[in-house]
Antibody, heavy 121, light 108 residues
Framework: HLQMQESGPGLVKPSETLSLTCTVS??????????WGWIRQPPGKGLEWIGN???????FYNPSLKSRVTISADTSKNQFSLKFSSVTAADTAVYYC?????????????WGQGTLVTVSS | EIVLTQSPGTLSLSPGERATLSCRAT???????LAWYQQRPGQAPRLLIY???SRATGIPDRFSGSGSGTEFTLTINRLEPEDFAVYYC?????????FGPGTKVDIK
């Protein structure tokens, strides 16, 4: 049974870089059709897709966030990561990692539990 | 960008009743790449429906999806207590993938 777990600092200062890691267990991120994505949800609000990555390194980002986002993968650790630069209070959200099973244009079938990141000085 | 709107914003129903949730897109959704998720308080979203009408693994058959183009519907027959939650639609056929604002189904 696939499990995904986000980890990283819960508090980030404005203008700094938010860094999160998603550890996948019960399955490999190197599956041939899987993309691995990040989605966020500001407190009390809706969901926003950030981007995804294929284990070989191909990435696909939300154009509105692309200039500040980097997603990478480490197959040796079965992890993938999110870096979000120049954060502001508007980036305060619960960040979820998720699996997209059928390529970069795919729904999300497994989700991590989410981690709250607060941007504040 | 495809914008999704969901209606109603809140649906107040009793256990055993049927819920009908609507999702409308500003442009046609490619190949019916439309999914529905359920989110309970404090939990991650859970995939219910993908490809507009295919149920995800383990999802009971009281959940069904239909529609095409720009109009989609999630129907929940015979509401169970655990079905009272927020429901989101998502299109994943066009970048950026976008979600609707959600419909809250609460207990009347």
């Amino acid at each position: 049974h696939l499990q995904m777990q986000e980890s990283g600092p819960g508090l980030v200062k404005p203008s700094e870089t938010l860094s999160l890691t998603c550890t996948v267990s019960g399955g490999s991120i190197s599956g041939s059709t899987y993309y691995w994505g990040w989605i966020r949800q500001p407190p009390g609000k809706g969901l926003e897709w950030i981007g995804n990555i294929y284990y070989g390194g191909s990435t696909f980002y939300n154009p509105s966030l692309k200039s500040r986002v980097t997603i990478s993968a480490d197959t040796s650790k079965n992890q993938f990561s999110l870096k979000f630069s120049s954060v502001t209070a508007a980036d305060t959200a619960v960040y979820y990692c998720a699996r997209q099973p059928w390529g970069k244009f795919s729904y999300c079938d497994y989700w991590g539990q989410g981690t709250l990141v607060t941007v504040s000085s | 960008e495809i914008v999704l709107t969901q209606s109603p914003g809140t649906l107040s129903l009793s256990p055993g009743e049927r819920a009908t949730l609507s999702c409308r897109a500003t442009q046609s959704v490619s190949s019916s790449f439309l999914a529905w998720y359920q989110q309970r308080p404090g939990q991650a979203p859970r995939l219910l429906i993908y490809g507009e009408s295919s149920r995800a693994t383990g999802i009971p058959d009281r959940f069904s999806g239909s529609g095409s183009g720009t109009e989609f519907t999630l129907t929940i027959n015979r509401l169970e207590p655990e079905d009272f939650a927020v429901y989101y639609c998502q299109q994943y056929g066009s970048s950026p993938f976008t979600f609707g604002p959600g419909t809250k189904v609460d207990i009347k």
